[in-house]
Structures are given as structure tokens and as C-alpha cells.
């Protein structure tokens, strides 16, 4: 079973940075794209940015210009950049397959912003 292990979280005031990792236990070489998700207190779970097998990078409008998301093949890892961070960015953040079947999902690393 593939293990997502999603780290870097923390309190931030508004307008900081943080940097998310998240370590799969699988290549990723070959996965077409992983993704970072988050959910929000009485949310649903929202798909915020994709990174594809040849780099190709989306997001969520809300984290334009303001989350870059990344991949480090060779460590199987991805990761995700986040500045500028708002309030309504306070959430626990995932990651995940981007494409197809999701794996089971990890613990999740909460990010939470506020002054």
C-alpha cells in the first residue's frame, strides 16, 4: 500500500511562507500527476495544485501567483511553496494522485494562518 507522508505545517501570521514536503512511498517517475490538496473546518477536500510527469503545473485561482508546486523525482517527493499566505488558506493539506484513483490518504499536515 502506498504511504503519503506530508510534512511542514505550521502557525504562520498572514502574508508568511511555508513550505510543504510530502514523501511517497512509491517512484513517481511514472505517475502522470500529483497533486496538493486541502480541506478546511467543514469543508470539503479541494484540489489546490497539479504538477504533471513533464512538469506542467495548475492551480486552484485562489493560490495563483501565490503557491508553486514542485516535484523532486529522485526523492520522490513534492512539494508545495506557499507565500503570501492568507487566512483562508488555514487548512490541513494533502497530497495525492492528481489523476485516476486516489491512494489512501495521509495525515495530512495542517497549515494554519493567522495573527
Known amino acids: 500500500q502506498v504511504q503519503l507522508v506530508e510534512s511542514g505545517g505550521g502557525l504562520v501570521q498572514p502574508g508568511g511562507s511555508l513550505r510543504l514536503s510530502c514523501v511517497v512511498s512509491?517512484?513517481?517517475?511514472?505517475?502522470?500527476?500529483m497533486g496538493w490538496y486541502r480541506q478546511a473546518p467543514g469543508n470539503q477536500r479541494e484540489l489546490v495544485a497539479i504538477i504533471t510527469r513533464g512538469g506542467s503545473t495548475n492551480y486552484t485561482d485562489s493560490v495563483k501567483g501565490r503557491f508553486t508546486i514542485s516535484r523532486d523525482n529522485a526523492k520522490n517527493t513534492v512539494y508545495l511553496q506557499m507565500n503570501s499566505l492568507k487566512p483562508e488558506d488555514t487548512a490541513v493539506y494533502y497530497c495525492?494522485?492528481?489523476?485516476?484513483?486516489?491512494?489512501?490518504w495521509g495525515q495530512g499536515t495542517l497549515v494554519t494562518v493567522s495573527s
Open positions: 512509491v517512484i513517481i517517475l511514472s505517475i502522470r500527476a
Open positions: 495525492n494522485r492528481a489523476r485516476g484513483t486516489s491512494w489512501a
